[in-house]
């Protein structure tokens, strides 16, 4: 890290004027948060802009977005709206502490809060939310939609927040109603469940976690449509639906040389076992479908030297570089952001060749 630089990496942007996403290279300062194009996987200086964090707001989780759930919302003191996507739940926590932290240096007793929200409650590692919306969709022990309403509206399919929240609890993937809340949050952000009505959207809005997932019977939820679309549609039931079922083991944003043109671009990369696959993903796109992949089965994977442009590597790239070599003698180029990505990187796939 240089001097000064809290945090760096890449996260996706929303345009100002057209509001098309684009990756980019983020550097993280006391006072500033800066960004920067990438060309040839080099950043291109001086910083494509920069956002003066004195004054802002920051809003995490942002569920502006729904087919977006890991988004970070930023508010100037001139009331400028950032919003910025991270690679996983993990990873855009730990921006957002970081730049609560940056915003409110100055301010020991907000700092000291943020470090007690981020030791608070997290998913046991043997629980995946898979397995939760799963158990909520099962007819015998499940929770069952029903029409509801709210304010003279009349909503079908949809189930209370305090109902949700008992299930968690008697289903014993919670020991406590925040504990159930906190994870019936991380239900919504990760795009298995959406808000119902005036209470909920406006909860979602506030961005108070506590107020995420309301504990009472005036706040409804129902099934978000694209878990719907997955577990009723029987075209799914493919190849791809198997490649895409082992659990994720690794994720994160990587820039990747095109095999036809062989320009740099940033993807989001997701590493899976049981079956073992690397995927990988246009972050620009608003669809959550990679756009390519292969099987990790008899691949071969090493760092690439970093005096020099590698055989095989177009354009003027260098430094944390590594190589995938597919069963079907396929070369993946790949740069990390750093040596210590690269060696996880490399030592994550190795285990699932």
Known sequence: MEDGVLK???LVKRGHI???????????RQNTLLYYKLEGGRRVTPPKGRIVLDGCTITCPCLEYENRPLLIKLKTRTSTEYFLEACSREERDSWAFEITGAIHAGQPGKIQQLHILKNSFKLPPHISLHRIVDKMHDTSSGIRPSPNMEQGSTYKKTFLGSSLVDWLISSNFAASRLEAVTLASMLMEENFLRPVGVRSMGAIRSGDLAEQFLDDSTALYTFAESYKKKVSSKEEISLSTMELSGTVVK?????????????WKVRRFV???DPAFLHYYDPSKEENRPVGGFSLRGSLVSALEDNGVPTGVKGNVQGNLFKVITKDDTHYY????????????IEAIKKLT
């Open 8 to 10: 760096e990496g890449f």
């Open 18 to 28: 057209v509001h098309n996403w684009k990756a980019r290279w983020f550097i993280l």
């Open 251 to 263: 994720q994160g944003y990587l820039s990747k040389q095109g095999h036809k043109r062989k320009n």
């Open 271 to 273: 590493l899976r076992k």
């Open 334 to 345: 790949i740069q990390a952001s750093s040596k210590a990505e690269r060696a996880e990187w």
